[in-house]
């Protein structure tokens, strides 16, 4: 029977929906129709009207020629809107099978998908790693983005949308909602793959310098609920905080003053001492907000980083410091360093640092959680707050023909010019405060910052009137934050030797390998005889074939090939700019593995000197 077979398949890969699918789903919208040829279709009836979701005479070819007009080359993955009966995906699972390409399903009738399960053959497609399948009846944008987030690599992935076209028909109003969400994720995931590239090989050799510091320190997830029911204020560089800075000093030890790193120096030069700061950016321009800062002012302070942040500066820090690694950059990594030290947690931003800000004060369930210097637009004809570093009038920030300007409703109601990433991250706080208050959080968010765009969710009250409010108590919840700090000490991988033996070891064996291939290249460049070109080029493969394998138990040189990832090709006849890139390939995975096996020693030593060895 072709549904209990789909649905063994099925439920390898994800036995929640045994217990959706397993029993009759009802749906009287929904009938099922022979098409003349022979093969079923579906028919779904919506205000009165009859719709069929494929062709009535052959929906095989009609799915031939829909998938046919999708073009897949240079793709990564698919993300399909409507599994509806599944000829479309049976056609487009042939077409990209054998270069794995990813295919992410979306489909929110289960009745529908039930019936789909009992009229065609899926086992090659559940079966297959590269398929995911997102089905729920009553949709959850959160979830759908993380869905989609959770399985694509930001750096390498080409991804596009194909869509059921008579998908409209059944998934109602909820179509548009989760238009909106994939074209929010799919420009969010464009934006990071343009940073990754950028900025990919800084972070990927500050990630390893501080790999012995994501040994030692605590993760993010060490924060969970420790400032409950307090009220958390976070700062960020916005215009208006020249309006209000002055009270924060009125809060101290009565909320907790959560500050980016773009806004330190200028509260340290007020004489406020934030409580914790958070960095999101490992880049160069970063360097500058901790440049000729007063450090023992900071003693008390937590910086909350992600990985690839500069190690000189976590070294420095006198502080606490806590590890928040982003999802989707250099995972493979930061996973090999959970399994030595366990789970750091995971904090879902959208590219800004004061949305770590924000998502940290959540995690540590603050109530209220109030934003101030939040601007996100250009409030009294300036971009940010006076003395910061990025601060310019709007005249001037107006001649940058490279970003896109647009004017979005302030917290007055009228009017104000912003940028386009300022737009993205304000509709990342919108989408992000929806949907923590839709999943039944009580927590209130409260916009003090008294100028800029409005922020969906948020009550608008000046600052003033929230420390009078709120912030009138004393309260000890930071130094028992710092006390559990101070006694936080990770558990290693009892293998943790071992295993850093075995990373070096095979980043040995894969120089060699990349070694050998600048060998082969240069003897493929000398054959004259068909004979031997092919057997050298066979030994060319294998070469490729081993790097391929063992680049999966590295991990530690990615961001060398950034570049040139995707050009490599062995086989360069009659080439010479394939030749080139093959060449610079293995250039570089040289340089990579030198560079990682120098700083991998150097923590092997520590590692060695902790365990008294």
């Given amino acids: 029977m072709l549904f209990k077979k789909n649905l063994a398949v099925l439920k390898k890969r994800y036995p929640v929906y045994q217990e959706i699918l397993e029993d009759p789903i009802l749906d009287q919208n929904i009938s099922i129709v022979a098409g003349q040829n022979g093969s079923k279709t579906a028919a779904y009836q919506a205000e009165g009207d009859e719709y069929l979701l494929h062709s009535k005479y052959n929906p095989e070819r009609e799915a031939e020629r829909l ?25 487009l699972f042939d077409k990209v099978k054998d270069k794995g390409v990813k295919i992410f399903v979306i489909e929110n009738n289960s009745a529908l998908f039930q019936k789909a399960l009992r009229y065609n053959d899926f086992t090659d497609l559940f079966s297959d790693q590269h398929f995911y399948l997102y089905l729920r009846d009553n949709y959850d944008s959160s979830e759908l983005i993380n869905f989609i987030e959770d399985h694509i690599d930001i750096v390498f992935e080409e991804l596009i949308l194909f869509k059921l076209p008579t998908v409209k028909r059944y998934f109602g109003q909820t179509l548009a909602l989760i238009e909106k969400d994939l074209s929010f994720t799919i420009r969010k995931l464009q934006a990071n793959k343009h940073t990754s590239k950028k900025r990919g090989k800084v972070w990927e050799e500050n990630l390893l310098n501080n790999l012995y510091l994501m040994l030692e320190k605590p993760g993010v997830k060490e924060l969970k609920d420790l400032y409950r029911d307090q009220p958390a204020i976070v700062v960020a560089a916005g215009p208006s905080l020249d309006k209000n800075m002055h009270l924060l000093k009125e809060v101290r030890g009565k909320a907790l003053v959560i500050a980016v790193d773009a806004v330190l120096k200028t509260l340290l030069k007020n004489d406020i001492i934030p409580d914790i700061v958070t960095v999101i950016d490992g880049y160069i321009y970063t360097l500058k907000y901790f440049k000729g800062i007063d450090y023992e002012k900071l003693k008390s302070t937590i910086l909350v980083t992600i990985p690839q942040f500069y190690n000189h500066i976590l070294e420095k820090w006198p502080g606490p410091v806590i590890f928040s690694p982003g ?8 996973y090999w360093i959970e399994k030595q030290r366990g789970f750091l947690g995971r904090l879902a931003t959208g590219g800004s640092v004061a949305h770590l800000a924000f998502v940290l004060a959540h995690l540590l369930a603050a109530d ?13 004809n300036n971009t940010h707050v006076s003395g910061s570093d990025h601060s310019f009038s709007l005249k001037d920030e107006l001649k940058k023909t490279h970003r896109k300007h647009l004017k979005v409703e302030d917290i007055y109601g009228n009017k104000v010019w912003t940028r386009s990433d300022f737009h993205f991250y304000l509709q990342w706080f919108n989408r992000t405060i929806r949907n923590i208050k839709d999943s039944g959080c009580q927590t209130e968010f409260i916009d003090a910052t008294e100028g800029g765009a409005r922020i969906e969710g948020t009550r608008i009250i000046p600052l003033k009137e929230v420390i009078n409010d709120y912030c009138h108590k004393e309260n000890n919840k930071k130094e028992q934050i710092l006390s559990e700090l101070d006694n936080y000490k990770a558990e290693w991988n009892p293998d943790i030797i071992k295993d850093f033996e075995l990373i070096i070891n095979n980043l040995k064996i894969l120089k060699k390998q990349a070694e050998q291939g600048l060998l ?19 030994k060319m493969k294998t070469i490729s074939n081993n790097i391929s394998i063992l680049k999966k138990h590295v991990m530690f040189f990615e961001s060398e090939m950034y570049d040139i ?26 340089k990579g593995c030198n560079k990682t096996i120098e700083i991998l020693k150097q923590h092997y030593q520590k590692i060695l000197l902790e365990e008294g060895r």
Avoid at 67 to 91: E, I, N, P, R
Avoid at 327 to 334: A, C, F, N, Q, T
Avoid at 520 to 538: M, N, R, S
Wanted: net charge negative.
């Fill in 67 to 91: 998938v046919a007009q999708l073009t897949t080359d240079g793709v990564t993955a698919v993300v399909v809107l409507g599994f509806a009966m599944g000829y479309h995906l049976k056609v």
């Fill in 520 to 538: 082969f290249v240069d003897k493929l460049l000398d054959c004259t005889v068909e004979e031997d070109y092919k057997k050298t080029l066979g």
């Fill in 565 to 590: 990832y995707d050009e490599v090709n062995v086989d360069f006849r009659n080439n010479l700019e394939k030749y080139g890139k093959l060449v610079e390939f293995y250039n570089l995975l040289i």
């Fill in 368 to 380: 209220p959680i109030v934003f101030v210097g939040q601007d996100l637009a250009f409030s009294d």
């Fill in 327 to 334: 999802y989707g950059v250099s995972e493979d990594i930061i």
